[in-house]
């Protein structure tokens, strides 16, 4: 949607007052999956008020905490621990690494975090009970493998299930409700040192810090999950393996492996007396603090933006205020359509590693931009074969800095999946896309109305100019997933494009049984024989009579 607009100027009026050290900010960080330092059930009581200065926030022990009995959300952030017998369920059955030869092998398990732990729960519903898994702290596991300098080598692993559970108050006629509203992993290495006043996380008597992937590791973790996680799956890491088999009836083994992935993270600080310079980025700015932003009902300028310091308001509401404001006005990428915004930003972006932080609940870990993570969230779309809410459907994951959270969009009989990047790297060389799509076979099928013959794939990869561009391909069907990789594409804002094709299916060869020939027996015949007072009776369809003896 284009908004038209009107700026209206009179001789003599005052440019708005701007300071020099006022800046305009966005970044588009690759490591926002976020790393919970420990399992946290929290939520609000909004005590009868629209008004959020009302609201009482809540932090509870565990589901049935007293302090926490009157509630409008819960949001319960769970940390899935290790399986420990065949029988468990909702946990990480293991974590695989590759190893010096070049095969995944499965680490020992280490040890889990020193932290809060949550006991499982059967949350009761209108409709009956939901079994909601207890959750525990980051697990480390431990490699044959050595360091380079001959030390032990760990990894951490992550994997977060969020749990939102909203109360009905009481209210006649409505239920209490709990969805499994998202899903996120990720593994790293770590460093182990003896001590106790951890930055990062605890390990008995030991503090745990993460460390960087060399750029060659490829990692693998199996997840024993309820059938109730559906959907996408959505991540940082190449050269994808995806499978899901069933454990039983409620359960699934979910398996995901690939290579570690370097992703530039990108960010941008203008200085307001330098918007000007840029038409792109001014018209954008301009728009969203005249009328906000794009596809908002009702028009908000500025909303999803702050300023440092509350300085000139905590969001500035007009494009004349924000100039004013002499303060850093921070965009969030994530409050807005990150395409829309890289667009703008596009020209004055450029590569950073975001410092570490941790506020007690949330780890931001401090990397060289090569990460191997995912995650999940629900489709929003209304195409009826990705909205199928009964299956996972398939693992999308790039190393582009903006990707699209969700599967290829269907349109004009092909599969079409956007994303962004800056063209180089932070050493001047060309940075290259890479694009892993696994889908089920079904769903592929479902997409075209195809029957069950084999599918044929062609990937292009679109320049934002149209131009189509040359990338290595690779296609392959197996295990009823479809798996298609493009590599060595350029940016910045490609789309990749999958066009399945399919001839006709292939009648079965009907198996004719053969038809006996049908024998009909000759007439026997019988014949008496005499040799002197002697007599035979021989018989056949031919007889003869044997050596001495004539026919009677």
């Known amino acids: 949607m284009v908004t038209v607009f009107f700026v209206f100027t009179s001789f003599g009026s005052a440019a708005p007052a701007m300071a020099a050290d006022a800046f305009v900010y966005t970044d588009f960080a690759a490591n926002d999956f976020g790393l919970w330092s420990q399992s946290s059930i929290y939520g609000q009581d909004r005590q009868g008020s629209d008004k959020l200065e009302d609201w009482k ?22 940390i899935l621990g290790p399986c420990t017998s065949e029988l468990d369920r909702a946990c990480l059955e293991s974590v695989e690494a590759k190893n010096s030869t070049g095969i995944l092998e499965k680490l020992a398990f280490y040890g889990e975090a020193t932290s809060q ?27 044959s493998q050595k360091n380079i300098d001959g030390s032990d080598k760990f990894y951490a692993a992550h994997i977060l299930l969020r749990y939102i559970a909203t109360s009905n108050k009481g209210k006649v006629g409505s239920d209490n409700t709990i969805v499994l509203s998202d899903f996120k992993g990720q593994v790293y ?16 008597d030991q503090c745990v810090n993460s460390a960087n992937f060399d750029g060659n590791e ?35 083994l979910i398996r995901i492996a690939g290579d570690v992935t370097l992703v530039p993270e990108l960010a941008a600080k203008v200085a307001k007396s330098e918007i000007s310079k840029d038409s792109k980025l001014e018209k954008y700015l301009r728009d969203f603090f005249t009328n906000g932003r794009p596809g908002v009902s009702v028009p908000n300028p500025g909303s ?63 990397t060289n931009s090569i990460f191997w993570n995912f995650g999940a969230n629900s489709y929003i779309g209304n195409n009826k074969c990705s909205s199928d809410k009964t299956k996972l459907h398939g693992l999308v994951v790039t190393n582009a800095p903006i990707y699209e959270n969700g599967p290829p969009e269907f349109k004009d009989g092909s599969l079409n999946y956007r994303v962004a990047g800056i063209h180089n790297n ?32 062609r990937v292009e990869v679109v320049s934002a100019n149209a131009a189509s561009q040359v990338a290595t391909v690779l296609v392959s069907e197996k295990d009823g997933f479809l798996k ?13 494009k999958v066009k399945l ?32 007072k002697s007599s035979k009776k021989i018989s056949g369809v031919n007889p003869k009579c044997p050596n001495g003896y004539k026919k009677k």
């Open 57 to 78: 926030q809540l932090w509870c022990a565990s589901w049935d905490d007293p302090s926490c009995k009157n509630y409008d959300n819960l949001f319960a952030d769970l």
């Open 117 to 143: 732990r949550i006991p499982g729960f059967q949350f009761k519903t209108g409709s009956g009970s939901i079994d909601v898994p207890a959750g525990g702290g980051l697990s480390v596991w431990k490699s």
């Open 189 to 204: 290495p770590v460093t182990l040192k003896s001590g106790s006043n951890c930055s990062q996380f605890a390990l008995r």
């Open 218 to 252: 490829r990692i693998a973790v199996s997840l024993r999950m309820n059938k109730n996680l559906t959907g996408w799956i959505f991540g940082r890491m190449q050269g994808a393996d995806f499978s899901v088999l069933p454990l039983d009836t409620s359960f699934n």
């Open 304 to 366: 999803g933006s702050f300023n440092d310091g509350n300085i000139g308001g905590y969001q500035s509401t007009s494009y004349e205020g924000f100039l004013a404001a002499q303060t850093t006005t921070r965009l969030l990428s994530a409050n807005f359509d990150k395409f829309a915004l890289f667009a703008a930003f596009e020209d004055q972006l450029k590569a950073f590693s975001p410092a570490a932080s941790n506020n007690g609940r949330n780890i931001l870990r401090e």
């Open 426 to 457: 932070v050493d001047g060389t060309e940075f290259k896309g890479r694009y892993t799509y696994i889908v089920r076979s079904d769903t592929a099928r479902c997409y075209y109305g195809f029957s069950n013959a084999p599918i044929e794939a």
């Open 484 to 496: 298609l990789q493009a590599d060595n594409f350029t940016f910045s804002s490609p789309t990749i």
């Open 501 to 532: 094709s399919q001839g006709a299916e292939v009648a079965p060869i009907k198996q004719v049984e053969a038809t006996a020939t049908k024998v009909i027996p000759q007439k026997q015949v019988v014949i008496t024989c005499v040799k002197g």
